[in-house]
């Protein structure tokens, strides 16, 4: 009886001991990721710095580009056509209405973490008053702000999209959404729900850094077309030609 009790006082000495080991070890461990995260927390710091640097460098280049950009007929229009997911967000009318647009601009705020506006700048046309569309995201605690230019139609225009009336006053729904709407979702976005917008993200961070990218694509599009049309026109040439040699054979078969 003595020795199985000094066996168990043993094996709970031996657990007492692990458990004690276990503990310290992990508290070394919590020391060391604090340590991490201490340094980790400076990197983002001085990320942020230097991404505020180089904000502010590549602005005049920015704007040097918008210059460029308005002297090409039609260019935002048609980098946002050659965009594979963009693309899909205009419907015919807005196709009509984006060959106004004239420019886009992409700001970051001061504190890079705290937001970011979109603009789009147009010229006269007969679809709204607005010279320019601004939509901005602003990253609070409870969630992200998001504000934008309400849009002001001209009479007999509107979103698309929306609920319209025929010639004879009866009401007639469009099935096809317009890109226009993405003015109106302007809410208080919770962090449990999709906090990044996808459009601005596919503007900010896709086609506004490189544009020529797409606008290139659609260039390159025109001439592969007009590759295609020549190899056709050449084929059909060909089988014209061989059609005549043809029939010249025939005829000289025929005489003799």
């Not at 308005?70 to 015919?92: G, R, T």
């Not at 290139?216 to 026109?233: L, S, Y």
Request: proline residues 3%; glycine residues 4%.
């Amino acid at each position: 009886m003595v020795g199985e009790n000094k066996k168990l006082k043993a094996e709970e000495n031996l657990e007492n001991n692990i458990d004690g080991e276990l503990l310290l070890s992990i508290e070394k461990l919590q020391e060391v990721q604090d340590e991490l995260d201490k340094i980790n927390e400076e990197a983002s710091d001085k990320v942020l710095e230097v991404e505020q640097k180089y904000n502010e460098i590549r602005k005049p280049v920015y704007n040097k580009r918008n210059e460029i950009v308005k002297s090409i007929p039609h260019f935002w229009f048609s980098a946002f056509m050659s965009h594979p997911a963009l693309c899909e967000l205009l419907n015919l009318e807005d196709q009509k209405i984006f060959k106004y647009l004239v420019s886009l601009e992409v700001e970051d705020n001061r504190d890079v973490k705290s937001g970011y506006s979109i603009t789009f700048n147009f010229n006269s046309n007969p679809y709204f008053e607005n010279t320019k569309l601004t939509k901005t995201f602003t990253f609070l605690e409870e969630g992200t702000k998001i504000t934008a230019t309400p849009i002001k139609w001209k009479e007999g225009k509107g979103v698309p999209n929306k609920v319209n009336h025929d010639k004879n006053g009866n009401k007639r729904a469009r099935i096809d959404i317009s890109f226009f709407t993405w003015f109106d979702d302007c809410e208080l976005k919770d962090d449990m729900d999709e906090i990044q917008d996808e459009v601005a993200e596919l503007i900010k961070d896709d086609l506004w850094p490189n544009p020529l990218n797409y606008f290139n694509n659609d260039i390159d599009e025109e001439d592969v077309d007009d590759e295609a049309d020549d190899e056709e026109k050449d084929e059909d040439d060909s089988e014209d030609d061989d059609q005549e040699e043809g029939d010249g054979e025939s005829e000289d078969g025929n005489d003799s």
